[in-house]
Nanobody, 124 residues
Framework: VQLQASGGGLVQAGGSLRLSCAAS????????MGWFRQAPGKEREFVAF???????DYSDSVKGRFTVSRDNARNTVYLQMNSLKPEDTAVYYC???????????????????WGQGTLVTVSS
């Protein structure tokens, strides 16, 4: 699976962005997808997850502000980010895996495929 993330940019606090992750190379509907982020000087952290069936999971820090969705017809997963805060500033990565078990959805080390990352900067 090849992943291409896009949609990052500079936005003021309180604003919104929508990230996209386009997938190719494998049946998209068979993969579980995750979003992770890495802020400068920090470890990469889990943001959101969407299952093959559309089930979702979010980190506590983004729950209620971010929404993950997928369009299997377009082979794309989205991350709608609302009410952005300066602490959301990071490089955002999409990840995919077809063998990932649901209980491991937050473990970045268990995702086999990764996009190149897109930078989100939130100014105060």
């Amino acid at each position: 699976v090849q992943l291409q993330a896009s949609g990052g940019g500079l936005v003021q606090a309180g604003g919104s962005l929508r990230l996209s992750c386009a997938a190719s190379g494998r049946t998209f509907s068979s993969v579980r997808m995750g979003w992770f982020r890495q802020a400068p000087g920090k470890e990469r952290e889990f943001v959101a997850f969407i299952d093959r069936s559309g089930g979702t999971d979010y980190s506590d820090s983004v729950k209620g502000r971010f929404t993950v969705s997928r369009d299997n017809a377009r082979n794309t997963v989205y991350l709608q980010m609302n009410s952005l805060k300066p602490e959301d500033t990071a490089v955002y990565y999409c990840a995919a895996d077809s063998n990932l078990i649901f209980s491991s959805r937050r473990a970045d080390s268990l995702y086999h495929y990764w996009g190149q990352g897109t930078l989100v900067t939130v100014s105060s």
